[in-house]
Nanobody, 113 residues
Framework: QVQLVESGGGLVQPGESLRLSCEVS????????VGWWRQAPGKQREWIGD???????NVVHSVKGRFTISRDNAKNTIYLEMNNLKPEDTGVYYC???????WGQGTQVTVSS
């Protein structure tokens, strides 16, 4: 049974940081890319970036320089480090295995003063 479990969300003030985690089980983690997405209230889910099996992670241009994706193969986990958070970063953050039906349940991030 494939499971993706996100954690690390919460309420922060603008300018603060958060690190989200996505722990993956039930698949051979090192042979799959894992991605991060987010969905803001009233908007469609948008892709943030992917952690490939090898090489550097990619993030969408709109968050480049603030968001970083990394992976720890020993822990079957990918991370989304988010710095200088803005109110428009508010939303539910999901991880997924690209090209499959496998998604996590999401973790809420709220950026508000």
């Amino acid at each position: 049974q494939v499971q993706l479990v996100e954690s690390g969300g919460g309420l922060v003030q603008p300018g603060e940081s958060l690190r989200l985690s996505c722990e993956v089980s039930g698949i051979s983690f090192t042979t799959y890319a894992v991605g991060w997405w987010r969905q803001a209230p009233g908007k469609q889910r948008e892709w943030i970036g992917d952690s490939p099996t090898t090489g550097s992670a990619n993030v969408v241009h709109s968050v480049k320089g603030r968001f970083t994706i990394s992976r720890d193969n020993a822990k079957n986990t990918i991370y989304l480090e988010m710095n200088n958070l803005k109110p428009e970063d508010t939303g539910v953050y999901y991880c997924n295995v690209p090209g499959t039906k496998y998604w996590g349940q999401g973790t809420q991030v709220t950026v508000s003063s």
